[in-house]
DNA sequence: CGCTATACGGCAAGCGTTTGCGCAGAGTGG
DNA sequence: CCACTCTGCGCAAACGCTTGCCGTATAGCG
């Protein structure tokens, strides 16, 4: 029933031309091969009369160039990733490309699915948003789509064989233990992220290079985080029985900071008082917690615009950037606070 | 450059049969045409062996289908929009569809461009998850893309000619007025949405029918407001000046609950003892609010699985589903309790 | 044994574009 | 006036796959 939409054949008919010079006016290759203007006229006067619709895919299957790119994150529902998201398709579709997205779920499993899928599916470009594993699991895939001609960069994903936009976790750990460390605290917890993470690992490896640097031991003082809620609130308990007790706690990431805070809550420890608690990320959320959220921001909608610019210029042949990077910053809100002076009585 | 991938036409000659034979076992259509199961092995057999992966390009082209949905949101880093389209990625991955995004940013003409270049873009379907206007701007786009065969589907999008999963707007705020009123408070203020949009003009209506229902006026009580943080922050003062005072305010969404709770904080208004403030939506941070947001909650992951659901039974050939609905549910936190009491000493 | 289904598979015509190549005609410099 | 270079445009061959239409065997049936 689909009513058969206009192609350039019916175009050149009712312009009188041939195919080639509609598609050469309509696709903008002009520039090669030049049109007359009274002739090009013509033509998207005929293109506008028959409501012509280019049809994406037999450009694409002629041509090689989908105006497509595909990324893949770990959750689509996460701020962390859905901001980044928003970023790439800022530059995307001011650019005409489309976007879209892959939610693995940490999964390096269901990221080789994605990957495997994208051999098939005309993507031009392949973001890898999604932070990766010590133990990369899809390099074939990468490799041979990279192969097929595919450009793939990736954000903080270091570890493949291609340009990643480098997110400084581990400066940006460093720099907020060392706050905690100015502030007066020297027994200071962190609640490190899934194993394996490297995004989770350099922000573990910044936490501990400050204490080191102060001369502190870390021993006994990282606990099993997985970057949940849940996981933040968990570790509550293992908090409260240190001794001597912990005075702040940094989480890796926000998520798990919110779930230390409410945990502390319910047992009625008052924040930053008597503990501090900071984290990493600097989600929306993390503005309206109570107390505000210390945290390192990470500047996410940037490094979104940022690789997908980068994506558009490795497409225009251009060589791959030497080096892309995201500085993040400290933002110091109200949850972080000198520990409570010194030692009982 | 790029090494040319394997096509059908290599595998019919390894396997010796013809290229109908290859695309019949490797797309499925056996059903219609028997293969024999020898031949089917032979051919399964040389596609791994050449790494073969299909050309989603080439096989749109000829068959009219994409394996592709693109979903229409305001903003996708807003967590209202990415928790839905994470419900529709669940359902669409499973059934080996990819999902691209497009950001509106709540702007009729963008999303009239982004439906323009979905005339061109090879997607099967197209979910219009994003909240409409009370006057309809693509309502031609949306036309002749059903006319081409796509098929639309809409979340809360009524006044537009598609089937449209229903969120109670109006009855989940008219128990969350309800709720409020039970609660004893009977000043209660109404932070608008941005003019126009359904979702929110629903939101407020609910309200309105409950006060209503109760013999109470909302004269000069709903207060302009457009969705944003900023906005519930914006409306205190007004809150404050109030003769006789709000007792308790009620937010279009979640986001301008939350503001207002900072706004209130900072003017040293203690919630919910000075006045009570709810919201509307149940995004994630809502419950890491202090003190938590009681709000009407929406099953967002499951109104994303619900409308790609029905996206694919239409491709199917099913005819649309008289009714696709998603219920709310009030979520009581402890943002919201009686007013205090009475008339002043 | 003849006849009709049925199982299995090949042919070739598309699907709508892009693009390398070829070819006129109009300038241009010598 | 010639050899050349541009312009401006058309031809037709891909791009890789799907699918309607036709054969063949082979089996089933009476």
Request: overall charge neutral.
């Amino acid at each position: 029933m689909a009513k058969g939409r206009a192609t350039i054949a019916d175009i050149a008919r009712s312009a009188g031309v041939s195919l080639s010079t509609v598609s050469r006016v309509l696709s903008g290759r002009e520039s090669v091969i030049p049109i007359g203007p009274e002739t090009r006229a013509r033509v998207l006067a005929s293109a506008a009369a028959l409501n012509y619709r280019p049809n994406q895919a037999a450009r694409t299957l002629a041509s090689g160039r989908s105006q497509a790119v595909a990324v893949l994150v770990h959750d689509i529902s996460d701020p962390y990733f859905s901001e980044i998201v928003r970023g790439i398709e800022d530059v995307a579709s001011a650019n005409q490309y489309m976007v879209l997205v892959c939610s693995t779920d940490r999964d390096p499993v269901r990221e080789r699915e994605y990957l495997l899928r994208m051999g098939s599916f005309p993507t031009d470009g392949i973001i890898l948003a999604a932070g990766g594993f010590e133990e990369e699991a899809g390099l074939d895939e990468v490799r041979s789509l990279i192969e097929r001609g595919v450009v793939i960069v990736g954000v903080a994903r270091h570890g493949l064989p291609i340009p990643t936009v480098r997110i400084s976790n581990e400066e940006g750990a460093r720099e907020m233990a060392e706050h905690l460390l100015q502030l007066g605290h020297r027994r200071i917890a962190f609640i490190a992220g899934p194993p394996g993470l490297t995004t989770a690992n350099d922000r573990l490896a910044g936490y501990r290079q400050a204490l080191r640097e102060a001369g502190l031991s870390a021993d006994g003082l990282v606990l099993a985080g997985d970057f949940t809620r849940e996981a933040g609130q968990r570790v509550v308990p293992h908090l409260l029985r240190s001794t001597p007790r912990v005075t702040a706690v940094f989480a890796a990431n926000d998520k798990m900071a919110i779930g230390c805070l409410a945990g502390l809550r319910a047992a009625g420890i008052v924040v930053p008082d008597e503990v501090s608690v900071v984290g990493f990320g600097d989600v929306p959320s993390a503005q309206d917690t109570e107390p505000p959220l210390t945290t390192v921001t990470i500047p996410l909608r940037e490094i979104g615009r940022q690789v997908m610019r980068e994506v558009l210029q490795q497409l225009g042949g251009q060589p791959p950037s030497a080096a892309l990077s995201a500085p993040t910053t400290l933002t110091i809100r109200r949850s972080a606070a000198p520990p409570r002076s010194g030692k009982p009585g």
